[in-house]
């Protein structure tokens, strides 16, 4: 026979109240302790919905498989089987001697009005680690604090910022009436944060001090630190694959030492089949090597294939160890190439701005032609140059006036970073160049659009007309340029206009003037900038 004394099943409305607001999407395992007969598995299966959401599959098609993410617990016999035929699992009869170490998130519960602080305490402990419990309680539990375990509820509760509703009347309508008041209590405990032993005990090891050549790379102080932080996350997976290696003879998926077996749990490496030592550290190796060539402050200066370039290099890096010698290793082996890169950088801005679109109409006046050192084909940039421009513009109908930022910064990041080559020290980030294009596209401009080193004005033919306001940067270019390609005297720079013979000095009234020519004279290096000294690699601060 069924003990009625505290069997009073939910009522579905009820049960509406008490599952209203919860987030199915984050749930994947749920306990209804003291189930009775069911009635809020009931209702949990009918408000999961349809599609899929996390552990639960929405859908009176996969109301079995739902079933599957419930657990029950219930002390009557009688009921026990109630559940078992409708196809719940009972895991336990007495909710108040259960343990486990099966994590729910979600616990719905109508307990024993006569004991239900006890039954809500120990739901509360069962997610201690995250999760939710609803419950329903006798009213009288919560206002009449006149027991320890009440007392000691009313404090969590209260610590967990639980939502407390009141009700009467929720039972007199039931298959079991009664008009007691009630009172609804939702508590959520957030997940707790995950730590590590491991971790834990390496953050206590003395690490040997990190040489103080470290400081001249890219912030010494950045270097020390995220080399500290790749020999911790070495060390900490090497400890973690040893303790693995020593637990899989204890957690294999079978007794029987006679069959063939295998762990239970599986660790491996993300790229590889094979869990090893090496292989974990190559790839951690990879991870630092390309969080640093990846960093703004550490390539923020370079161009786009300069950087790509870069990139490369991280899979040969998988075999060289993270550390101050490396690091220096590698720039020095990348210097000539890094210089040689930015040489070829500018003088690819110097024929883009000149002769490379000169079969462009527009474009024929964006230089001025000089008879340059045994060449008459010499030429340097003007002031005003104009280059094409794709996609400047919305191509469709609802954006054809409107300004497409990310194709004109596409274009103009390189031709800045180009020229901040040459501007002698000063930065040029690509979050400025962004916010520039975007301030202009707000504003409906787009025309002297005012950049670092010039103004552009965008036509929607497919033209960008550059206008330099940085007239000595220009200067360097054309200087720079014009003795990359030999069309300048050899004693350009060093010979004073009244000390050069003439054909150096037609040269030199051609190109631009003996006026022009006594500024360079007077300060050579503000105007020739010579490749190698240009790119000072790990010369920024990284934050």
Not at 19 to 27: G, R
Not at 95 to 113: E, S
Not at 311 to 335: G, P, T
Request: glycine letters at 6%; proline letters at 3%.
């Amino acid at each position: 026979m069924l003990n009625y004394d505290e069997f009073y099943p939910t009522p579905d409305s009820l049960i509406d109240k008490m599952l209203k607001d919860v987030d199915w999407s984050t749930i994947d395992s749920v306990l209804e302790p003291s189930a009775g007969k069911g009635n809020i598995a009931d209702q949990i299966i009918k408000h999961i919905g349809n599609g899929y959401y996390g552990g639960l599959y929405y859908g009176h098609c996969d109301e079995e498989k739902n079933k599957a993410f419930i657990d029950c617990i219930e002390i009557q016999p009688e009921l026990q089987g109630i559940l078992r035929d409708k196809g719940y699992r009972v895991v336990h009869d007495n909710f108040l001697t259960y343990r486990t170490h099966k994590r729910y998130n979600l616990i719905v519960m109508n307990p024993p009005f006569s004991d239900g602080d006890k039954h809500l305490l120990h739901a509360l402990d069962l997610v201690k680690d995250g999760g939710t419990v609803v419950c329903v309680l006798n009213a009288e539990t919560i206002r009449n604090c006149y027991t320890n375990s009440r007392k000691l509820l009313s404090q969590k509760l209260n610590e967990l910022g639980a939502e407390i509703q009141y009700l009467n009347g929720e039972f007199e309508q039931a298959e079991r009436k009664t008009s007691v008041e009630i009172a609804l209590i939702k508590a959520t405990i957030p997940a707790s944060e995950r730590t590590s032993f491991i971790f834990d005990n390496l953050e206590k090891k003395d690490y040997a001090e990190v040489d103080d050549e470290c400081t001249d790379l890219v912030g010494g102080d950045f270097i020390a630190q995220i080399i500290k932080h790749y020999e911790m996350e070495v060390e900490a997976g090497i400890a973690l694959i040893k303790e693995y290696n020593a637990m899989c003879p204890y957690i294999l998926d079978s007794i029987d030492e006679d069959k063939y077996t295998k762990p239970i749990l599986e660790l491996k490496l993300q790229r590889d089949s094979a869990l090893s030592i090496n292989g974990y550290v190559q790839n951690v190796r990879m991870k630092y090597w390309n969080a640093l060539f990846r960093n703004k402050n550490f390539v923020g200066k370079l161009t786009s294939n300069l950087q790509h370039d870069l990139y490369d290099k991280v899979n040969e890096l998988k075999d060289f160890d993270f550390s101050v010698y490396n690091i220096q290793q590698i720039q020095r082996e990348m210097a000539y190439m890094m210089n040689k890169g930015v040489e070829d950088t500018i003088m690819d801005l110097f024929d883009e701005l000149s002769a490379e679109h000169s079969w462009y109409p527009e474009c024929k006046k964006n230089i001025h032609y000089y008879s340059g050192w045994a060449t008459n084909k010499a030429h340097k940039i003007n002031k005003k140059v104009i280059i094409p421009i794709h996609g400047a513009f919305g191509c469709y109908s609802w954006d054809k006036d409107e300004l497409q930022t990310y194709n004109v910064y596409e274009v103009m990041s390189d031709i800045e970073k180009a020229l901040t080559y040459l501007s002698t020290g000063t930065t040029c980030t690509e979050d400025d160049l962004m916010e520039r294009l975007n301030i202009a596209k707000n504003n409906g401009q787009t025309k002297k659009i005012p950049l670092r080193y010039f103004n552009i004005t965008l036509y929607k033919k497919g033209t960008c007309h550059i206008e330099f306001t940085d007239m000595e940067l220009l200067d360097r270019l054309n200087i720079f340029g014009s003795r990359h390609r030999g069309w300048l005297p050899p004693s350009y720079g060093r010979k004073k206009y009244k000390d050069m013979t003439s054909e150096e000095q037609a040269v030199i009234d051609d190109f631009q003037g003996e006026d022009e020519y006594s500024k360079v004279i007077a300060a050579p290096d503000k105007y020739i900038i010579e490749a190698s000294k240009i790119l000072q690699i790990g010369s920024g601060q990284v934050a």
